[in-house]
């Protein structure tokens, strides 16, 4: 879950965008701030990392590390 803080009934859009650094066996190993609200991205990124790791199929595995890149917005 994006936990969004309220910004005084504005209407400007808070973003952030990500690039994580996917292993082969589904956990990360390097989460980079990429651009847009430094402070939301330091206030979620704790519940970023702790869906990892993930499952990856065995059929793509060996297409992996890779990059990943993600952009939250409210």
């Known amino acids: 879950n994006i936990e969004y803080e309220p910004q005084n009934n504005q209407t400007q859009q808070s973003f952030f965008k990500i690039r994580i650094t996917l292993l082969k066996s589904g956990d990360y190993e390097q989460l980079t701030f990429i651009d847009g609200d430094r402070e939301l991205f330091e ?15 065995e059929d793509i595995v060996e297409e992996f590390p890779r990059y990943l890149r993600f952009e939250f917005k409210r």
């Open 43 to 57: 206030k979620n990124k704790r519940n970023i990392t702790k869906i990892f790791p993930v499952t990856i199929d």
